[in-house]
C-alpha cells in the first residue's frame, strides 16, 4: 500500500515537471519572439530641414520634415515637426514639438511667447523650461549642423 | 423526438434541466439582468468584430481606407461597424453598473470573493478591449490617444520604458503596434474574456445568485426558477438592448477623423469618453509627481478593488447601512463621473503662429531634399495615399510596392 502511495506521489511528481518542461520550452521562445522589439536600440541619425539661408532669421518656425526608417517589415516615410529659430552667428536652436509629458504635440503661441499643449495644458517657455502644467522635464532640443548650407537635426 | 433520446442516452440533460431551473433567491431584481446584458454586449462585439475583420487590414497604409470602404461601400458596413462602436461604449456602461450593482447588495462578500476577483479582471480586459480597439481605425483620435496611453504606460517604474516598447513593437508608433493592437483585439483579449468570462459564470452558477440582502437564508432558494423565468428577462432585456443600439448605429454615424498624422499642428487630442476621467487626473500631477496621476493612483485603485472582498468583512446588508462604504463607492462615483465631465468640457487650444521676418509667408517649409536618407530611385513606402493620389494615377503607373525587395529591407 505503501509503496503504491509512493509511485503515485512520483507520478505526480513527475506529471508536474514535464509540464513545467513543456511550458518553458514553448514558453521562452514565445515571449522572446513577442518582446523583442524591446531590446532592438533605436538608431540616431542627421536629418536634412532644407537651405540654411531660407530659415534665416526664423522665429519659432514650424517646420515639418520626412525620412525614412525601417518600422517593422516596412521601410516607411516617417513625418516630424519640429520649431526652428535662427539664433545667430550660425547657432540654431532646434525644438521637438513632442511634449515631455505625454507626447502631444505642442504649438508655439506668439501672444503668450510660449509652447503650449493641447493635452494636459503644459507650458513651455522660450528655452523650453517647463513654466507650468504636468511635464516633469523641458522639450527636447535637438542637436543641430549645418553642412554645404544645409541645416540638419538629429533625429533620435 | 429520436435526437433527444440520442443525447439523453448519452448525456447528462435531465440533469443538466434540472440544474437550468434550480430556483433562485426570492428577492431578486431588474439589476440582477445586467450580468447577462454584459455577456450579450460580448457576444455582440464578437460577432460583429468577426465580421468586420472580413474587411479590415491592419497596416497604416491601409486601415483607414478599409474603415472608410467598410462604412461607405459595403451594404450594411456603417450598421455593423455602428454596432461595434457603440456597443463597445455601452459594454463600459452595462459593466460599470453590474459592478454598482454588486458592490450596492455586497455581493462580492464572502463565498462569492473568487467571482467578484474575477469580475474585476473581465473590467480590466474590458477596458484593453477599448483601448486597443481604437488605434485600428488609424485616423487621427486613434494615433493620439494611444502616443498618449502609451506613454501613461511608459511612467511606470522599472519597467515602464519596456512595457512601452513591448506594446509599441518598438520605440515608435507605427506598422508592427497597429499589427501587434490588432492581434491583441481580436485573438489574445477574447481569448482572455471568454476563458475569464467562463470562469466567473462557473462561480455564479456554483455559488448560486447572491440576491438582495434582504433574503434569509431560507429565502435564498425559494424563487422563481432561473430557467424559464429569470432568462426570459434577461433576453427581454437584450432585446431591449439591442434596440437602442441599433437605432443608435442607424442615425449616429460613428466618426472616422482624418488619417493619422503625426505633424498636425491643429489637432487637439482626446480619448474615448472612457477614458476621459483618466486624461482629467492627469492634468493635477506636476513635475515629479506625474507618476501619482499615471500609475499610482490607477494601480492603487486597481488593487484596492480586486482585494475589496477582504478589507470590507462587514455584514451583508444593503449599501447605504454601511456608511464607511457608501462614502467610499460615492466619493469614487462622483469623482470619475465628475472628471469625466471636466474632460469632455476641455477647452481646445487657440494659438497665434510667429510671424516669420523672412519673405517667407508659408508657415511649413518643405526640405529641399525631402528624405536625405533616401537614395535616388529608391522607392519611399508613405503610410497613406491621399484621394488624389489614387484618382490621379494613370493605367498602368506603379504607385507603391506592396513588397520590398531584399535589398530595399536591407
Known sequence: ?156 | MIIKQFLSERLPLTEFSAHLRKPLPKHINLLFSLGSLAMFLLLLQAATGAFLALYYSPSPEHAHNAVTYISEEVPFGAFVRGLHHWGASAMVIIVFLHLLRVVLYGSYKAPRELTWIFGVLLLLVVLGFGFTGYLLPWDEKAYWATVVGVEIASTAPILGDFVAKVLRGGAEIGAVTLSRFYALHTIWLPWLAFGLVGVHLFFVRYYGSSGTPQNTPEEMKTGKPFYPDQVFEDVVGMLILFAVLASVALFLPVPLEDVADPTNADYDPRPEWYFLFLFQLLKYFQGPLEIIGTFVIPTVGMVLLLLLPFLDKSERVVLWKRPIALTVTSVCVVAIVGLTILGASSPKLETQEASQPTAETDSTVSPDTETEAVEEGEKVFDFQLTEEEIEGTEEGEEVFDFQLTEEELQ
Open chain 1, 1 to 156: 500500500m505503501e509503496k503504491q502511495g509512493n509511485r503515485r506521489s512520483f507520478l505526480e511528481i513527475a506529471t508536474a515537471f514535464i509540464g513545467g518542461v513543456l511550458s518553458l520550452a514553448a514558453g521562452i521562445p514565445l515571449i522572446g519572439f513577442a518582446i523583442s522589439p524591446a531590446f532592438k536600440k533605436g538608431e540616431s541619425k542627421w536629418v536634412d530641414l532644407g537651405l540654411a539661408d531660407r530659415l534665416k532669421n526664423s522665429r519659432f518656425k514650424k517646420v515639418d520634415y520626412t525620412f525614412t526608417a525601417k518600422d517593422g517589415w516596412v521601410k516607411a516615410t516617417k513625418k516630424r515637426s519640429v520649431y526652428v529659430t535662427d539664433a545667430g552667428a550660425g547657432e540654431w536652436n532646434v525644438f521637438s514639438r513632442t511634449c515631455s509629458h505625454l507626447g502631444c504635440l505642442v504649438r508655439w503661441d506668439e501672444k503668450q511667447e510660449s509652447f503650449l499643449c493641447p493635452c494636459h495644458g503644459a507650458i513651455f517657455d522660450q528655452t523650453g523650461a517647463v513654466v507650468a502644467g504636468p511635464p516633469p522635464e523641458p522639450l527636447q532640443k535637438l542637436e543641430t549642423k549645418v553642412e554645404a548650407g544645409i541645416l540638419y537635426v538629429k533625429e533620435t
